[in-house]
């Protein structure tokens, strides 16, 4: 019988295409992050085992090196190296892998690679060894997980297939900022590798701020001493590279094939500088090293020739330390009101012929950007670096949403995309979730194809005012990898379904390699947090590898706190905190949810009323919000409806609503404020929505039981930067969801 099914189905399967036979119908498409631009899957394995060689071409030495570092991953998991030998073009790679530049496609470009993979062979081949490096990771997630956690086996085997693979854009970097918080070498180094592994190839080492300078300066050695500590109570917090660190990661850098890019701030963001040398400054000091978060108004002193000969000495020896084409010199968030108090700033305005502090922060930076072209580097600068006029050959980095990349792309100049709304990866990832990430594009819709070739790529940005080192992967991952397709893949072939499934393996790979990235808590799917008489409590099932666990005292779950088996029903006020147990006993960050039996509360006797809100306008930096009830106003007013069309400026200002809502009826209200950044929303003296910090456009929720009528209402904002935005929405009975229109708000007369 089997030898009629078989003869029956020959004709059939000769009747096929070859290319339906090695298709990706005939085994399942490995989970590659980020996914190849081709990849065919075809039957049968390639071996790996303690025979196998590595080979590569005579002579050359950075492919040699590529080899080694084959080796080198390899052996851990085989207990053994695996020998790397040179060969003649003419010799046969049976049993063995090939690493080779020779007859490669030009096309494929400085980072692109071919692999084919049979059953005798490995064949990897690339124009330059950067290509072939990049295709030795993707041999790596061809091989099971386990790999990654160096589980000792005699064999491995790799799945045969065909790979043609090269990147959408040529910046795929991750910034780093060691200056809020200090990150040793080693943590350096290891992101290094894990940049590697998901074929990234820039890292931007953020290594002066207001909080610390973290680079060794030998022409200013008060910089380390006394820039690099700030007083955390009673302790000193700080640190420093040496030069010999830096050029231990460089070097280390190079050999993963990633571009380091080191970035010194100016004009502001310099307050550790002045507090080592205060004369740098408009008012002489004296300074210290900053204590807080958000802006300082003290910054290098525009009009005199000291900082600009200090910066020189400075950046020659930066230059010395990192051979990469580029230098970052910060110019974002750079107050200027210490200039306008300056007898010497507002002498180089007169005598340059300045319009105002705009221009002399142009003058500023074409000034540094002069002495990096003598030095044969380009200069990239935040976005506020296009106010006053742009310097000639800069490469800007927009942060602020995206139009400053359009604006700099339609002048002529490069660009490297990080926006606030998909990029900061100290936001959290409820307000920029993997799948947000993963959507980025860097190159806007509105720009022509000659400008869009001015946009090198994107970034994603680590800040640590809240992140310690300990924390900087979770914040990082998973994100880095939707991050790295988004920057890496054809953008034809992005899709979320195929990238969530990749994704799967790819967990266990992370695990692997002692990632500690972010589990999603368990999902709350209970709407209403506010009751009259009772409340039920669901979550979204955790799935067949997962549990949750949870409390109702408000203490953080453990995997011995209550298991969730379904809905269950609450009958007096309680703090709810659950986590998400992965198999394995990993634990998610717990999400806490406060469930109040309330009384109606009734209306406020508010007298004589009128349409609209009062409201304060104040001008500030802040990363939260201030306790603006204790501040004085800079504009007060009436306003018809809760927005921030009355601002005065974009960014750096908070605004305050106070008056009364009326509402209908008896019942339970829910309030949502939608913002970019912080905001709050109280009802009388009761916090109804939290909001507050920085972050992109995200919107928040909370309830409370209310009477009908008008009952006191107080709404807060600051905007710190990125995308301008306040909407204040509510829904009770009678009426779904809907922006709070003017006609419910009052103030008294």
């Not at 800007?396 to 792309?409: D, K, Y």
């Not at 939260?624 to 921030?644: C, K, V, Y």
């Not at 009326?662 to 209200?669: F, L, N, R, S, T």
Request: aromatic residues 8%; charged residues 25%; contains cysteine.
């Amino acid at each position: 019988m089997r030898t009629l099914i078989l003869a029956l189905m020959l004709p059939l399967l000769a009747a096929m295409p070859a290319d339906t036979l090695n298709s990706d119908s005939r085994a399942a498409k490995p989970a590659v992050i980020p996914r190849p631009m081709v990849m065919k899957v075809s039957r049968g394995t390639f071996i790996l085992g303690l025979e196998t060689l590595i080979l590569v071409e005579i002579g050359e030495g950075d492919v040699r090196a590529v080899g080694y570092y084959l080796s080198e991953r390899l052996a851990v998991a085989l207990n053994r190296n695996l020998p790397v030998r040179g060969t003649p073009s003419r010799e046969g790679v049976r049993r063995a892998i090939l690493l080779t530049t020779a007859g490669a496609d030009p096309d494929l470009g400085d980072e692109g690679y071919e692999l084919t993979v049979t059953k005798e062979s490995v064949t990897l081949r690339a124009p330059t060894a950067t290509g072939l490096f990049r295709g030795v990771q993707t041999i790596r997630q061809l091989l099971p997980p386990e790999f990654e956690a160096g589980e000792a086996r005699n064999e491995w085997r790799l799945p045969c297939l065909y790979v043609k693979d090269k990147p959408r854009y040529r910046w795929r970097g991750l910034l780093l900022d060691t200056c809020r918080h200090f990150m040793t070498k080693e943590f350096i180094k290891r992101y290094i590798d894990l940049l590697a592994y998901h074929k990234m190839n820039v890292l931007h080492w953020h290594l002066t701020e207001d909080q610390g300078w973290r680079i060794e300066i030998k022409r200013y050695p008060k910089l380390t001493e006394i820039g690099a500590w700030r007083g955390e109570g009673d302790a000193r917090y700080g640190g420093f590279y040496s030069q010999e660190d830096i050029k231990e990661v460089v070097a280390y850098a190079q050999s993963r094939h990633i571009m380091v890019v080191p970035e010194i701030e100016m004009p502001g963001h310099s307050q550790a500088a002045l507090a080592a040398y205060p004369d740098l400054s408009c008012t002489g000091g004296p300074f210290e090293v900053g204590t807080r978060w958000g802006v300082y108004s003290d910054v290098y002193c525009a009009g005199n020739e000291k900082v600009f000969e200090f910066l020189e000495g400075v950046l020659s020896e930066v230059v010395a330390l990192f051979p990469a084409q580029y230098i970052h010199i910060g110019g974002d968030e750079c107050p200027k009101s210490r200039w306008e108090e300056c007898e010497k700033c507002q002498a180089r305005i007169r005598e340059d012929d300045l319009a105002d502090e705009h221009e002399l922060q142009s003058y500023f930076i074409k000034r540094i950007e002069g002495i990096l072209k003598r030095k044969n580097r380009t200069l990239i600068g935040w976005d506020e670096i296009l106010e006053g006029g742009l310097a000639p050959s800069a490469t800007v980095q927009s942060w602020r949403g995206m139009s400053g990349a359009i604006e700099a792309a339609t002048m002529g100049h490069d660009v490297i995309s990080s926006p606030t709304s998909h990029c900061y990866l100290d936001y959290s990832h409820d307000s920029i979730s993997l799948e947000k990430i993963y959507s980025f594009d860097p190159t806007p819709p509105e720009l022509t194809p000659e400008q869009a070739k001015h946009i090198l790529g994107g970034e994603g940005n680590m800040w640590t005012e809240h992140a310690p080192q300990e924390r900087v992967d979770r914040q990082v991952f998973p994100r880095l990898c939707g991050l790295a397709e988004a920057l890496w893949s054809p953008a034809e072939l992005r899709n979320w379904s195929d990238f969530s499934r990749r994704m799967k393996t790819h967990y266990r790979r992370l695990n692997s390699l002692g990632v500690n990235y972010f589990i999603p808590p368990p999902t709350v799917l209970s709407l209403d947090n506010v009751f009259l008489d009772e409340a039920t409590v669901l979550f979204e099932d955790a799935g067949p590898s997962a549990e949750i666990r949870y409390t109702l005292d408000g203490s953080d779950p453990t995997r011995a706190s209550l298991l969730y088996t379904g809905p269950f029903r609450l009958n007096e006020s309680a703090t709810v905190t659950a986590v998400l147990v992965r198999e394995g006993g990993r634990m998610s960050e717990p999400i806490r949810m406060d469930f109040l039996k309330q009384t109606l509360r009734p209306p406020d006797p508010a007298g004589d009323l009128a349409p609209g809100l009062k409201y304060r306008y104040f001008e500030g930096h802040w990363t939260e919000l201030p306790h603006l009830e204790d501040m004085q106003p800079s504009t007060t007013g009436t306003a018809e409806t809760l927005g921030i069309a009355l601002r005065e400026r974009d960014e750096g200002f908070a605004m305050e609503f106070t008056g009364h809502i009326g509402v209908p009826a008896d019942g339970i209200y829910t309030f949502y404020t939608d913002s970019d950044d912080g905001s709050r929303l109280y009802i009388g003296s009761t916090l109804v929505v939290q909001n507050d910090g920085l972050h992109a456009p995200r919107e928040r929720r909370g309830q409370i039981a209310l009477k009908a009528g008008a009952h006191p209402i107080r709404v807060t904002m600051f905007q710190a930067g990125g995308d301008l935005r306040l909407v204040v929405s509510h829904a009770g009975p009678g009426f779904a969801k809907q922006t709070v229109p003017s006609s419910v708000l009052f103030h008294k007369k």
